[in-house]
């Protein structure tokens, strides 16, 4: 989650006020609004957001990072960029369907995600928090994780920028957890936000700044309790949607839900 000042403004009322304009508004289920034609709307509307309570497998808290040269534009200039053109910095192949206002505190985006054996999988996110400086995501029923992600940059002191992710994350259900421990899941997600800071030190003129990442095991036990998440499992549900694709033609197949 986002740990900073909020507000510049002494007043309380007034730094109440700023800090509740950046944070979503406390609702059941997610709900989508209008997105592209062409994205797959699955496993997004109605499904709860979840916190990292509230997987099943370990948890992990990783800090994906990137540190890159500062010539024309300052952390505060790179995060606006960041924020206004998400998409556009994300691997080849996947899709960010978000609302056409940005990324503002509450909305809720539809991703199809590339999957091996060509798939797509359908997920999503909502936006928990959003300011000049930072936001956070929290992912649905069904993701690959339950968790928070917060994207962030800051100036340093030898005239270069950090632009970081921050992961606080443990994987959604036993069957995602089995491809954490395999290791497919870590390298998959892992590849996914490095080239993700690689596209934005591009965009910036630096062509040479590699990403690091930091990764720590926070909580080694798995929550039986959480198993029955795997019912909501966004891969097996996109997987069967995959499937009925030709039936979809011929007017025979449904969406799962």
Not at 97 to 104: D, R, T
Request: proline fraction near 5%; hydrophobic fraction near 40%.
């Amino acid at each position: 989650m986002p740990d900073k000042d909020l507000a510049k403004s002494t007043d309380p009322d007034q730094v109440a006020k700023d800090a509740e304009k950046n944070w979503a508004k406390k609702k059941a289920n997610m709900q989508v609004g209008q997105i592209a034609s062409d994205a797959i709307n699955l496993n997004v509307h109605g499904r709860r957001a979840l916190s990292p309570l509230q997987g099943f497998g370990q948890m992990w808290q990783k800090n994906y990072s990137i540190i890159v040269r500062v010539d024309n534009h300052d952390a505060k200039q790179m995060m606006a960029v960041w924020k206004a053109r998400f998409p556009d910095f994300w691997p080849e192949g996947n899709k960010f369907y978000g609302s056409i206002q940005g990324i503002n505190p509450g909305d809720v985006a539809v991703l199809n995600i590339r999957a091996p054996g060509g798939m797509k999988l359908s997920t999503g996110i909502e936006v928990m928090y959003a300011d000049d400086e930072s936001f956070t995501f929290m992912t649905p029923e069904g993701h690959m994780f339950a968790g928070w992600i917060t994207f962030s940059a800051y100036d340093n002191d030898d005239g270069t920028a950090t632009l970081q992710i921050k992961a606080l994350i443990r994987a959604n259900d036993p069957l995602y957890e089995l491809s954490f421990r395999l290791g497919f899941g870590h390298k998959a997600e892992d590849a996914f936000w490095f080239e993700t800071l690689k596209n934005l030190a591009r965009f910036f003129g630096d062509v040479s700044a590699q990403p690091d990442l930091a990764s720590t095991c926070v909580d080694p036990r798995v929550q039986w309790g959480e198993a029955k998440n795997i019912w909501w499992n966004a891969g097996i549900r996109s997987g069967i949607y995959m499937m009925l694709t030709p039936l979809r033609w011929l007017g025979l197949g449904k969406r799962p839900m």
